[in-house]
Nanobody
Framework: VQLQASGGGLVQAGGSLRLSCAFS????????MGWFRQAPGKEREFVAA????????YYADSVKGRFTISRDNAKNTVYLQMDSLKPEDTSVYYC?????????????????WGQGTQVTVSS
């Protein structure tokens, strides 16, 4: 499985970005997908996840109501729409894939990781 994240950039506080993660190598529709982020000097943390069927989504409390995860199985892509961005959202964002639907908020559940995309929110 290969994951290619894109869409990061520099945005002012209150702005929006949409991250994309292109999946290849296996059948995308059988994988649950997650987004995690890691700021300098901090541990990688869960942001959002979506089940392989797309019917169940999960969000960290810090992003609930501002971020939306979605998937397009026809395009083998998962998205993270980020609205009302805050400076504390500044991180490298990683997408990850898990063959099934385990505990999708936990880092160790994921077998495959993308390379990360930088999101910087200025105040």
């Amino acid at each position: 499985v290969q994951l290619q994240a894109s869409g990061g950039g520099l945005v002012q506080a209150g702005g929006s970005l949409r991250l994309s993660c292109a999946f290849s190598g296996r059948t995308f529709s059988t994988y649950s997908m997650g987004w995690f982020r890691q700021a300098p000097g901090k541990e990688r943390e869960f942001v959002a996840a979506i089940s392989w069927r797309g019917g169940t989504t999960y969000y960290a409390d810090s992003v609930k109501g501002r971020f939306t995860i979605s998937r397009d199985n026809a395009k083998n892509t998962v998205y993270l729409q980020m609205d009302s961005l805050k400076p504390e959202d500044t991180s490298v964002y990683y997408c990850a894939a898990e063959p099934g639907s385990g505990h999708l908020t936990r880092i160790y559940e994921y077998d495959y990781w993308g390379q990360g995309t930088q999101v910087t929110v200025s105040s």
